[in-house]
């Protein structure tokens, strides 16, 4: 557990690259369930075990990201923008032998309460905020739909391994936001970490190679992108209602979100409503 930061960028790549990512223990639960019914499963089955489970979709995907095919070339990246696409990329008997022994959040992080509760915060952001990304993609008829639910289910893994890697930190910020309510991350994040997470992220997704797709929809500079947009305001809708309806900006939100599906304002809240509600 790191307890101070990290002097560079490249430091924590480096320590976050190598440190484990652990799982939900529903998912480890769920996979001793399916692995003993190995023969019966295919990709789309295990998928829809996992979906959940933001940190075992980056395990899975960072695992198949780094593998190459020999008749390529040692150049040729592995493209799996989807749980299903990765499965079937690594087959069924070589998942369950790649993942057969897992660490789960509650074991990483046994006797700290508030760390875990922190985790779970995010963790259900998250679920939110892909839920939010795919129903504007459905409704934009977006043929990636599939790939911005999973860009908007990890685009905050960053602090998700900072609360099990580094929850004294990432409590710290918390802490801190909480005292002042007006003070930004980026900021908050540079005073106790000495770095930004959306920087970290998007480090981690290059050294682990993940989908070239996922580093565009999240990167944060990437304003004109549609599908960028896409995940950005379903991640700013789920980060403002995150505990209730009646945050400030979330005018300015359904505005841009009814730009973006070519709706009234009304109806935009409405369906943004209706989604949560599913």
């Not at 369930?33 to 023969?39: A, F, N, S, T, V």
């Not at 780094?66 to 696409?85: H, K, M, S």
């Not at 809708?237 to 973006?260: C, E, V």
Request: some cysteine; aromatic content about 6%; proline content about 6%.
């Amino acid at each position: 557990m790191l307890t101070a930061p990290l002097p560079t960028l490249e430091a924590w790549t480096a320590h976050f690259a190598a440190a484990p990512i652990p799982v939900l223990p529903r998912t480890a639960d769920a996979m001793d369930w399916l692995r003993g019914r190995e023969d019966d499963l295919d990709a789309h089955s295990i998928a829809e075990f996992l979906a959940g489970d933001p940190l075992m979709t980056l395990k899975l995907l960072s695992h198949v990201a780094t593998l190459r095919r020999p008749a390529f070339g040692e150049d040729d990246e592995v493209v799996a923008e989807t749980l299903t696409a990765a499965l079937v990329y690594l087959g069924v008997s070589p998942f369950f032998r790649a993942f057969d022994t897992l660490l789960t959040t509650e074991e990483l992080l046994s006797g700290r309460p508030e760390a875990l509760a922190g985790l779970h915060d995010v963790l259900s952001r998250a679920a939110r905020a892909a839920v939010f990304s795919l129903g504007f993609a459905v409704h934009r008829m977006d043929a990636d739909a599939p790939a911005l639910y999973h860009a908007a289910l990890l685009n905050d893994f960053a602090e998700m391994l900072l609360w099990c890697h580094a929850p004294d930190l990432a409590l710290e910020i918390r802490a801190r936001q909480r005292r002042d309510p007006t003070l930004r991350s980026a900021q908050v994040q540079m005073d106790v970490l000495h770095i930004r997470l959306p920087e970290l992220e998007q480090a981690l997704m290059r050294t682990w190679r993940l989908p070239q797709m996922w580093r565009r929809l999240t990167d944060e500079r990437a304003t004109t992108d549609l599908q960028a947009r896409n995940v950005t305001l379903a991640i700013r809708l789920a980060r403002h209602t995150q505990h209730g309806w009646d945050n400030a900006a979330l005018p300015d939100d359904i505005a841009d979100i009814a730009a973006l599906l070519n709706l009234s304002p009304a109806a935009a809240e409405k369906k943004v409503r209706d989604l949560d509600s599913d």
